[in-house]
């Protein structure tokens, strides 16, 4: 079946640790997205890519990094600069054309040890 | 004042209750305009696009007023299972086309 694949479920970092969270799609999606979401709040945009090679900050980018290296995969790097990353995170993908509505995946849950 | 607004919650309503959820967005540039649906714990589902003539899905109907930059939902004869977070998106093509999320309205429907 078609979908978006994230993993791991739940990861737990430790101090000054960089961690990678892995998102892959099979739904031929040109635009993935990562979000961030705390409790009882919003989705944030960290990060967007609209094509291989390239991607765009969102509105909270600081303390993570992204790559674009194949058109199924977009992975989310929470780099020791994040001082607070435990959250809620959500990756997503959309066509570009016309309106076209965002698919998440069922989202990784990451904590501090 | 931030871009996608939702009543704040929750709402709490007996079985068979009608209720409407309101969203205020204040990019007048917005283009393309969504009801998701996230249960607790879980990733956002997407329940409805919103068309500038309204629509409905069985229960559910969906308004735009681009006037007043305003869309509704509203869930009929509500059941158990719509208890969840509802969450107004927006995208705005100026935007390069991302989406931005209320903070939700949460319902609770009670036996």
């Known amino acids: 079946d078609g979908g978006i694949t994230q993993s791991p479920k739940y990861l737990f970092r430790k101090e000054g640790q960089n961690v990678t969270l892995s998102c892959e799609q099979n739904?031929?999606?040109?635009?993935m997205y990562w979000y961030r979401q705390d409790p009882g709040q919003g989705l944030r945009l960290i990060y967007y890519s609209q094509i291989v090679n390239d991607f765009q900050k969102g509105d909270i980018a600081e303390g993570y990094s992204v790559s674009r290296e194949k058109k199924e995969s977009f992975p989310l790097t929470v780099t020791s600069a994040q001082k607070n990353p435990t959250a809620f995170y959500l990756c997503?993908?959309?066509?570009?054309?016309?309106?076209?509505?965002?698919?998440f995946g069922d989202g990784t849950r990451l904590s501090i040890l | 004042r931030k871009e996608v607004e939702q009543d704040p919650g929750p709402f709490n309503v007996p079985e068979g209750a009608t209720v409407a959820f309101n969203c205020t967005y204040s990019n007048s540039a917005s283009q393309s305009f969504f009801w998701y649906r996230q249960d607790c714990r879980k990733e956002p589902k997407l329940l409805m696009s919103?068309?500038?003539s309204g629509n409905e899905d069985g229960r559910f109907t969906a308004q735009l007023n681009r006037a007043s930059q305003y869309i509704s939902l509203l869930i009929r004869d509500s059941k158990l299972s719509d208890s969840a977070t509802y969450l107004c998106?927006?995208?705005?093509?100026?935007?390069?086309?991302?989406?931005?999320f209320g903070q939700g309205t949460e319902l609770s429907v009670k036996p």
């Open positions: 998106v927006v995208t705005s093509y100026n935007q390069g086309g991302k989406l931005i």
């Open positions: 739904l031929n999606h040109d635009a």
């Open positions: 919103v068309y500038s």
């Open positions: 997503a993908s959309s066509l570009l054309q016309g309106d076209q509505p965002q698919h």
